[in-house]
Nanobody, 124 residues
Framework: QVQVVESGGGLVQAGESLRLSCAAS????????IGWFRQAPGKEREGVPC????????YYADSVKGRFTISRDNAKNTVYLQMNNLRPEDKAVYYC?????????????????WGPGTQVTVST
């Protein structure tokens, strides 16, 4: 069964850090592009970063550049999202998704498999 599952969310104060994990099963993750998305109440799903399958290129939303880092551990079949200097506006449910034929890295419609999400809350 192909699936991805997120973990690592929680409640932190502004300025603190969290590391999210996206563990894949049923497929080899390094053959897929992996994107992290987030969705806050009343807002559209937003692409945060993505790591490509072929050469490991990474892409980031402007709102998280310099604060978030996406990385892949092929041996563990896991992708990580290191989030530093978190801000209250980063509060959302974070999802990871895998895809092979992306429309663009930030377009959620191009991703095939989605995890259930993990909540990130940042207090002031």
């Amino acid at each position: 069964q192909v699936q991805v599952v997120e973990s690592g969310g929680g409640l932190v104060q502004a300025g603190e850090s969290l590391r999210l994990s996206c563990a894949a099963s049923g497929f080899t993750l390094d053959y897929y592009a992996i994107g992290w998305f987030r969705q806050a109440p009343g807002k559209e799903r937003e692409g945060v970063p993505c790591i490509s399958s072929s050469d490991g290129d990474t892409y980031y939303a402007d709102s998280v550049k310099g604060r978030f880092t996406i990385s892949r551990d092929n041996a563990k079949n896991t992708v990580y999202l290191q989030m530093n200097n978190l801000r209250p506006e980063d509060k959302a449910v974070y999802y990871c998704a895998s895809g092979t034929n992306l429309l663009s890295w930030s377009d959620y419609r191009g991703y095939d498999f989605w995890g259930p999400g993990t909540q990130v809350t940042v207090s002031t």
